[in-house]
């Protein structure tokens, strides 16, 4: 059994489940060191510092650290070195602040205060912490592609010793190690499988600017216009005041509407079972959990054919669930409106073929994974 310490310093949503998703599945022995999901500037900056002081205070030694990209792994390492020095370290990248995509005007979202420009300190420390580990794992390929797209532009952009090799350096340590998810939860214990009177959509993601709800609402005043019944369920996760394009989608679609706002487990699981279709507009996605957890619900989805979404599905279901512009998304949500039963067949198909991202068939190649990196530094 392998002594894991995972350091995760914003711990809350696909951090959070995929930590302890992991810890309870893992065979090794798996302690999380965290701090909670807010002011994540702060975070990147003195989650270190905090960290590092708890890391010492216990009395028992990791065989490996494995860090979140939201800790500065230099600092952290820096101050418990006495500890630390011979511990194999990795980072897995959930996310990064080189290609998280800026708000287009500026006031919205994360860089509001650089006025939508990308503060560049915080993608260093991204980059300082992967050099400083053993490997570095990402959550998906197009997440490691995009990334490394990026880097030399962003190296180049400092003055001197822009340490371009660093790009080799960092491909060579770094793999890709896909999100497990904990689909045990979600298990059909109380939902009658019964056909809803109309299609019901459903609206999992973040209430924020990179999941586009724009074109999402967009998409569906069209085929309401059209005279297409469906009702509409909006949970998931929010952050301080509610965005505009929410408040007047909920005025104009309010008849439809069943659900509004962050949902408990108990009413977000129903929720998943009942749904017939959920829909993806976003403009950012390193990998889909919520998605993934409609799917396995038996929901059928539409997908941008971008980003990771079509690592999500077997290229089978392509066809159907991904879309490559606003007209064929809106087609493609016509069909599945008035085609029920065919989407119903292809949704209980589809729930089967995303079971390989279950903790059950996650967490035995995590394990490996972290006990080879043992075994060879």
Sequence with gaps: MVRIDLISPYHGGSHKAWAEGWQ????HNITLHTLPDRFWKWRMHGGAITLARRFLAQKSQPDVILAT??????????????????????????????????????????MRRQLGERDHHYAFINVASMLAAD??????NYHLESFFAALPKFLKHFPEYNELNAIDILSQKSELLPVGVQFGPLA????????????????????????????????????A??????????????????????KEAIEKLDS????????????????????????????????????????????FPLLPN??????????????????????????????????R?????MAGALATAVSKFSWQRMSPIYDQVMLNLCQNK
């Design 306 to 339: 971008r980003l990771s979404y079509p690592e999500l599905l077997p290229r089978e279901f392509h066809d159907a669930c991904l879309y490559d512009t606003q007209e064929a998304l809106i087609a493609k949500l016509t069909w599945a409106l008035t085609h």
């Design 135 to 140: 490997r570095v794992f990402f959550n998906s």
């Design 24 to 27: 309870h599945s893992s065979r």
């Design 341 to 345: 039963d065919e989407v119903q067949n």
């Design 69 to 110: 990209d939201m800790l500065d792994l230099t600092t952290f390492l820096a101050l418990s070195r006495k500890q630390t020095a011979h511990v194999p370290t990795a980072v897995y990248m959930h996310e990064n602040q080189l290609t998280y995509p800026l708000p287009q005007d500026g006031r919205t979202g994360p």
């Design 225 to 246: 216009e059209a005279g297409h019944p469906f009702e509409l369920a909006l949970c998931g996760q929010q952050y301080g005041k509610r965005p505009s394009v929410f």
């Design 188 to 223: 059909n214990s109380s939902v009658e499988p019964t056909q809803n009177r109309v299609p019901l959509i459903l609206w999992n993601q973040r209430w924020e600017y990179d999941k586009n709800p724009e074109a999402f609402f967009a998409a569906l005043y069209t085929v």
């Design 256 to 299: 439809r509407i069943v659900h509004v706002g962050h949902a408990d487990f108990a009413t977000y699981r129903k929720l998943l079972w009942q749904a017939d279709l959920t829909i993806s507009t976003a403009h950012h996605e390193f990998f889909g959990i919520s998605i993934l957890e409609a799917i396995h619900c038996q929901t």
